[in-house]
């Protein structure tokens, strides 16, 4: 795989980024979801944290971002 | 006396079939990303829709304009709540902005291995994807 799938069983990202959310429908502790993106020199460039469970960046507004920071 | 009557049916029949179609619609066009993440186009129809129905009702009393109407206000207020209210996320805790100093953290991968966020420091840009799941 081309990319890291990390587990954050102690909610350790999840709570420094600020996206904790407890799910009240199934009593579970999960992540609001959000893409962010971070450049070369450990500085937050852009984010997209989701205002509903349906809303989603287009995966191609993300890849937009990425390739901002690739030039 | 007669016009009006068809008129108010009429209108109660427009206004379930666009309730219908908004909510419905949502659904079944929820792979296109914009009307997933907004909604709009269907929240559009469901609005027009319930104004038609209340509309029909209001200007007439009769047995289509009252269960269309019903019908149509179930369906048009049921896809309205579920999609702006009950579906809404709490907003995040503002710990993170862009142009401040990304949080480090270090986590374990698939395979096990600790991947500390700060080692990737003048490696390249990284792209945190927070999906939405249970532990």
Known sequence: ?71 | MIDARKRANSWAWIGLLMSAVGGISYYALISVPWIRSTALPNTILAVAGLLFSIIAFARKRTKTTILAGALSGLLSIGFLLSVHVLMRLPAPYGIVAVGQDANDFSIPNQYGQRIQLSSYEGKGPVLLVFYRGHW
């Open chain 1, 1 to 71: 795989m081309p990319f890291d799938v990390l587990c954050d069983v102690r909610l350790e990202a999840i709570r420094a980024y600020g996206l904790f959310h407890h799910e009240p429908f199934h009593d579970l502790d999960v992540s609001l979801p959000a893409n962010i993106l971070i450049d070369r020199d450990g500085r937050v460039a852009w984010m997209h944290i989701a205002t509903s469970i349906q809303d989603r960046m287009d995966p191609n507004e993300v890849l937009k971002q990425v390739q901002r920071l690739l030039r």
